[in-house]
């Protein structure tokens, strides 16, 4: 993942702390009471990373089997597969069995919007993608977890009307996140308060994308009693000042669940993919040591792995 991405020697002077809770999320966790037991997704965006053998994945497995092994490790996947084209439905029962098979832990998919309709089509006449779209994940059944919808650059505040009428069209009972990045939907006070209050009515959510590069986008938004969190990290060079960000965001949930937050979902990205295990590690680690979550932890296949957790804790 590129987006936010900044050079490695400015890394350093990156303010990371959180901001206050947004103008919305006031609104929206006033709104409940804390739940007895919230439900907490962690999981990465890809599931076929050959970095990962003899990390997570045993030596000699295929690449065809690489879903298999990852569901024996995480509960959810940020399905960033079907951004590139419309899913055809063989595919996603495919994927539904490895899960089904393999997978011991409730596990969870979460497809993001194929790139026809939110960049080709812009959500203008996308109708027949959508339909398409939303009939062959609907494959996936009780493994299918909320939906992200992520929008160009270049859409702005200007499209509102588009967005919302988009939103609006889309089933009731279809859990759908909302990721936003340009830039002037968070910089313009007015544009912002429109922008949540409006996902808060149609009950869809904001993702909250923490990039080292984008720190608008770490907006703190909540329009619905739930989370969607793309955290990006920056490798293995970086560990310490990774953790530190998780161990902020583990005291911001904290809070949150406090009024009533009801599930988050946690993705682990970087944009060198071979230790996101490591850090996903620690973040299931830390959220289930304080924040009660239950979420089985990743069991590491190499001695010096092991060994290196260890030492974390």
């Known amino acids: 993942m590129d987006f936010g991405k900044v050079a490695e020697h400015e890394i350093a002077s990156v303010d990371f702390t959180l901001p206050e809770d947004g103008k919305q999320t006031a609104i929206t966790l006033t709104e409940n009471k804390p739940v007895k037991d919230p439900a907490f997704y962690i999981g990465c965006a890809k599931w076929g990373r050959k970095e990962w053998l003899n990390m997570i994945y045993p030596a000699k497995t295929k690449e065809a089997d690489f879903l298999d092994q990852y569901v024996k490790h995480f509960n959810s996947i940020e399905l960033n597969a079907v951004f590139y084209s419309i899913p055809n439905a063989e595919l996603i029962r495919k994927w ?24 080709i089509k812009r959500l203008k006449d996308a109708e027949v993608p959508t339909d398409l779209y939303l009939s062959s994940i609907h494959e996936f059944g009780k493994y299918l977890g909320p939906c992200f919808l992520q929008l160009g650059d270049n859409f702005g505040p200007k499209n509102f009307d588009i ?123 830390q959220f289930n040591r304080h924040l009660g979550a239950k979420v089985p932890e990743i069991k590491f296949i190499s001695n010096d792995l092991k060994a290196d957790q260890k030492k974390l804790f």
């Open 163 to 285: 967005l919302e009428n988009y939103l609006k069209l889309l089933p009731v009972d279809f859990q759908v996140f909302v990721e936003l990045r340009h830039e002037e939907w968070f910089a313009n006070a007015v544009d912002r308060e429109r922008l949540f209050e409006m996902l808060h009515r149609l009950k869809k959510g904001a993702v909250i994308t923490d990039a080292s590069g984008r720190r608008d986008c770490v907006h703190m938004e909540l329009t619905i009693p739930e989370i969607f969190i793309r955290f990006v990290g920056n490798g293995q060079d970086f560990k310490e000042s990774d953790f530190a960000r998780i161990d902020e965001w583990v005291t911001r949930i904290k809070s949150w669940l406090g009024k009533g937050l009801e599930k988050v979902y946690f993705f682990l990205h970087q944009h060198d993919e071979k230790d996101t295990p490591v850090l996903a590690d620690y973040t299931i680690k």
């Open 96 to 119: 539904k069995q490895k899960a089904e098979e393999n997978s011991t832990n409730g596990f969870i998919f979460c497809p993001k919007f194929s790139r026809t309709i939110s960049h």
